[in-house]
């Protein structure tokens, strides 16, 4: 089992900037792959970015390169997602998952986060 929860979130301005962070406990979590989903409401949960087990290779939405960055501390456990440029659209939970590829659907991620709020107002 691997646990995971996410913190950082909170209320900026358009154009702001939040760091989010996912402390994992349980297994080995170097082993796997950790990425960052979130969801508006009444829309679907969507990919926003994903960092391979030793940080090797990362992998972006297209509606987030440019602006947002994924970053992992395997001695401390943790993934952060460094979001710049913040506008409304980026409002949404943000949710940590850990799985075995860097694939950005939800069903490649076995494991998953409480999520945390992020609003970014106009």
């Known amino acids: 089992q691997v646990q995971l929860v996410e913190s950082g979130g909170g209320l900026v301005q358009a154009g702001g900037s939040l760091r989010l962070s996912c402390a994992a406990s349980?297994?080995?979590?170097?082993?796997?792959?950790v990425g960052w989903f979130r969801q508006a409401p009444g829309k679907e949960r969507e990919f926003v970015a994903v960092?391979?087990?030793?940080?090797?290779?990362?992998n972006y939405a297209d509606s987030v390169k440019g602006r947002f960055t994924i970053s992992r501390d395997n001695a401390k456990n943790t993934v952060e997602l460094q979001m710049n440029s913040l506008k409304p659209e980026d409002t949404a939970v943000y949710y940590c998952?850990?799985?075995?590829?860097?694939?950005?659907?939800?069903?490649?991620?076995?494991?998953w986060g409480q999520g945390t709020q992020v609003t970014v107002s106009p």
């Open positions: 998952a850990a799985g075995w590829t860097i694939l950005a659907t939800r069903a490649a991620y076995e494991y």
């Open positions: 349980g297994r080995t979590v170097s082993r796997y792959a």
């Open positions: 960092i391979s087990g030793l940080g090797r290779v990362t």
